[in-house]
């Protein structure tokens, strides 16, 4: 029977032929010392190791021997079948921090990664090299980066919906809520939910989304008064002093782009544990992730620094966040708005008002920030009848 045999390396082979020429008197043992960048202590070892033993006991001691830190085999076994039955679509991290988590196994990321290669249950990913261009800002506040990701959310236990994130770019803290679609409204109330947890940013960066930039031109009465075309959005943050940038490219907001990304995985799976299928369902359990996942991915801020101003005494965010239209009042005291009729109680009005659509769906009119009372016509009264 043949017995199995352990191959020698390039440099145990290199080792053994500066052995035997010291052995042999050809070399001193500082000689032999500098050759193989040893010390003269290790050099007489070697000697003795190779008159006492031969060849074979300049191989390592510890080849084609098994790991003293190996992980038994039925711990593999049984990884690797819970991976099958739970975590089919995991990457490796965040299956490792689940097999914790949920089953108690303690078994790092690499290992698991190592694992799933090997029985062909996970491929290894290349990434593209990205390159970064703009330096985090120095200060938390400074500036949040913020965007919608229409996504199946709840897979295919729910509808499609989208996700309102922001996230700081000095830290990388994140907040966000599902929404039906990405428009002004959602935009508008996760603007607020924003504020009232951390207050008011200096600065939001966005994409050019109809919902934040206005396309059209100035009108005539704009143009003279020396005013931008401003989308609804727009004049909210003008209202609240909060400069709005927009990105000219996906890859200039790529701090948001690449955590929506994180999301898709992460959150998804996350909520898939949980068997979350609603939006209600889904806003209640991002209350309790957001803290968990900033605690994990955040990064302190170069200047401890917090440059969110609190909401001033007084102000009332829900008539700034929320969409404003001029409508001329009519001579009978009515206005139209959407195709409905509203009849206007105060008489003391000017020309003008404002119609206030909230995002939480009520309706208000208004005149230089007053509320006017009024109520709602089920049909437009007739021309010949008084107010």
């Given at each position: 029977m043949r017995e199995d045999r352990i191959e020698m390396s390039q440099e145990e082979l290199k080792r053994v032929h500066v052995i035997r020429q010291r052995l042999e008197g050809h070399l001193i043992q500082k000689e032999a010392s500098i050759q193989l960048d040893l010390s003269i202590r290790q050099i007489r070892r070697l000697e003795e190791r190779l008159r006492g033993q031969g060849e074979a006991g300049m191989i390592h001691g510890l080849r084609g021997k098994p790991s003293s830190r190996k992980t038994p085999e039925r711990i593999r076994q049984?990884?690797?079948?819970?991976?099958?039955?739970?975590?089919?679509?995991?990457?490796?991290?965040?299956?490792s921090e689940k097999l914790w988590e949920r089953n108690r196994i303690r078994v790092s990321d690499e290992t698991v990664r190592h694992w799933l290669i090997v029985a062909d249950l996970w491929k290894i990913k290349t990434r593209k090299r990205y390159r970064c261009w703009r330096e985090r800002k120095a200060r938390f506040g400074e500036m949040v980066q913020m965007d919608g990701s229409h996504h199946a959310w709840f897979e295919d236990r729910g509808e499609i919906c989208t996700l309102m994130g922001y996230i700081d770019d000095a830290t990388g803290k994140k907040r966000g809520w599902f929404y039906e679609y990405e428009g002004t409204l959602p935009a508008m109330d996760s603007l607020k939910h924003y504020i009232k947890r951390y207050g008011i940013p200096l600065s939001v960066y966005l994409d050019r989304h109809s919902t934040y930039k206005a396309l059209g031109k100035p009108t005539i009465e704009e143009q003279l008064r020396g005013e931008l075309n401003l989308s609804q959005f727009e004049r909210a943050c003008k209202?609240?002093?909060?400069?709005?940038?927009?990105?000219?490219?996906?890859?200039?907001?790529?701090?948001?782009?690449?955590?929506?990304?994180?999301?898709?995985?992460?959150?998804?799976?996350?909520?898939?544990?949980?068997?979350?299928?609603?939006?209600?369902?889904?806003n209640r359990f991002l209350n309790s992730y957001w803290p968990k996942h900033n605690r994990r991915f955040s990064v302190p801020a170069r200047e401890d620094v917090d440059m969110h101003r609190p909401v001033p005494a007084g102000m009332d965010l829900s008539s700034i966040l929320c969409i404003k239209t001029k409508r001329v009042v009519r001579n009978d005291f009515t206005v139209m708005h959407d195709g409905e009729f509203y009849q206007i109680l105060d008489r003391t009005v000017g020309k003008q008002i404002v119609v206030e659509e909230h995002t939480n769906g009520k309706k208000y009119l208004s005149r230089q920030g007053r509320r006017i009372a009024f109520k709602k016509l089920q049909q437009l009264p007739n021309q010949g009848s008084k107010a």
């Open positions: 049984k990884v690797l079948r819970i991976y099958q039955r739970d975590y089919y679509d995991f990457g490796p991290t965040l299956a209202e609240l002093s909060i400069e709005v940038i927009h990105a000219h490219s996906a890859p200039a907001k790529g701090r948001v782009e690449r955590s929506f990304r994180t999301d898709q995985d992460r959150l998804v799976k996350e909520m898939r544990l949980q068997r979350i299928k609603t939006l209600e369902e889904g």
